[in-house]
């Protein structure tokens, strides 16, 4: 179709910048689509990412079967199963997603569409032959067998308050995903997320200024010097007590049905990160969990994590075991949640400073410095003492990967940089939000489809 005047296009892409909810965004994007041709492209089934011939004949097939009723529903599940293997890789090339801003192809969000209500229905149809127990044990081995999303929250100091807007557009749209992880202010986020039922965390976003926003006090220059750092671990802690209360990882996880997981990273040059989450430290508490993943050295001491006793007593939690900023040895901590959730679909909020600036078109930090950084952190490591701690960490910055399957950014604003270490005012924190949510809205489509599947498996398991 020919294209529509550029004066009509440029109101349509002021319509999108001046956006204050996805409905809007999404009305605005659907008429930037039509006036560029987009919504022409999503209407025609050819591409050459996937196979329309046999889209299309699957799509009608899973339509007859469950058509036909109970008595087609073996054969309905056996061409689910394939057809899901034949198609899901093919139907998650980002590439799909580039040709129109509201969506992809109409044929491949019907096959999605269709595949989701075909899991629901066999989920609560009797099939013949095969009993309750059975049944869930198929579904069971089905779902571990396709695996699971999570959404990761990075690090990235008062940066990272960007997060909060990423999980609001998530969670209003009924796709944020139930495994959460975070590292840094990303680990402040997540708990604060996985402490919360539903209810609790619209009420959070409906009045933010709820939240206590002072975590960061200086201790004054001869404490620091004399403790080796700036920052007031006693402040952030009482914020994070107050902002997420004195839950531990078993009680988080039963109050919102979330999976919360927190980076922390090691002080002893011989021990690993950790990923603490209701499976592997269930009665240690979040807030401290949380503290340790955001003791950045230099700013906050190391820190000794607490847990809850059977008597309910508050205990340390390892008392040998100091810990640091989960951001620096694994801010995004991918192989740990594949083992732990069968995770193998990754959503990325990446705020970190370090990464953010090369992000787009790079996966982690720009390739020159980081070889640079890796190379000059490998010969300090040989070095005993802080100085050789210290390339250790410079090491596992420069070389973790820092992109997912799906990755959301922020606006990169150079004049943050400044006040990358500083206490958000409220107006910053509704500028953060927001960001966040914009970031996100471009992003919805990709995200609802590729976890439709896996959000339907987890619904369908709640009926067996």
């Not at 699971?148 to 990075?154: C, F, I, K, P, T």
């Not at 944020?176 to 965390?201: F, H, K, N, W």
């Not at 902002?243 to 039963?254: L, M, Q, R, V």
């Not at 679909?345 to 020159?368: D, E, K, L, Y």
Request: with cysteine; aromatic share 6%; charged share 20%.
């Amino acid at each position: 179709m020919p294209r529509a005047p550029g004066s009509a296009r440029r109101g349509a892409a002021r319509a999108l910048a001046a956006a204050t909810s996805y409905a809007e965004w999404l009305g605005a994007a659907e008429e930037y689509d039509r006036l560029t041709g987009g919504d022409a492209w999503r209407a025609e089934d050819e591409s050459p990412h996937y196979d329309a011939d046999l889209l299309r004949l699957d799509l009608a097939s899973l339509r007859r079967l469950r058509a036909t009723g109970p008595a087609a529903s073996l054969e309905l599940a056996d061409l689910l199963t394939s057809s899901l293997y034949r198609h899901l890789a093919e139907l998650a090339a980002p590439e799909l997603y580039e040709g129109a801003l509201a969506g992809t192809k109409h044929l491949v969000a019907d096959y999605l569409a269709e595949v989701e209500r075909a899991l629901q229905w066999l989920a609560v149809t009797a099939l013949p032959g095969i009993g309750n127990d059975e049944k869930k044990s198929r579904f069971t081995q089905a779902f571990r067998v396709y695996g699971r999303s999570a959404l990761m929250l990075s690090g990235g100091a008062t940066w990272g308050f960007h997060h909060l807007g990423v999980v609001k557009a998530l969670f209003e749209q009924g796709v944020l995903p139930q495994i959460l992880s975070g590292a840094s202010t990303g680990a402040m986020i997540a708990a604060g997320v996985c402490v919360r039922t539903d209810t609790e965390l619209a009420d959070l976003y409906t009045h933010p200024e709820q939240m206590r926003l002072d975590g960061l006090s200086p201790v004054g220059l001869r404490r620091g010097i004399e403790g080796g750092a700036l920052l007031d671990p006693e402040r952030l802690h009482d914020v994070l007590r107050h902002n997420i209360g004195d839950y531990t990882f078993a009680e988080a996880w039963a109050r919102s049905g979330r999976a919360l997981n927190i980076s922390v990273s090691p002080t002893r040059r011989r021990q690993k990160a950790r990923l603490l989450t209701h499976l592997t430290t269930p009665d240690v508490l979040v807030a401290s969990a949380a503290l340790a993943s955001s003791a950045l050295p230099g700013l906050f001491p190391p820190v000794v994590l607490e847990a809850r006793n059977a008597a309910g007593e508050r205990v340390v939690y390892g008392p040998n075991e100091r810990w640091v900023d989960g951001s620096l040895h694994e801010d995004l901590p991918k192989l740990r949640l594949a083992r732990l959730h069968n995770v193998n679909h990754f959503i990325v909020s990446q705020t970190n400073p370090h990464v953010v600036p090369f992000a787009r078109g790079v996966s982690g930090v720009a390739p020159a410095v980081a070889g640079l950084t890796t190379s000059a952190a490998r010969a300090l490591r040989r070095l005993p003492g802080p100085l050789g701690q210290l390339a250790d960490h410079a090491n596992a910055l420069a070389s973790q990967d820092y992109s997912g399957d799906i990755d959301i950014y922020p606006q990169f604003r150079p004049e943050l940089l400044v006040r990358i270490v500083a206490n958000p005012t409220r107006a910053d924190l509704d500028a953060f939000i927001r960001s966040g949510e914009r970031s996100t809205w471009p992003k919805i489509a990709m995200i609802t489809d590729q976890t439709r599947v896996g959000r339907a498996f987890e619904r369908a398991m709640g009926l067996l």
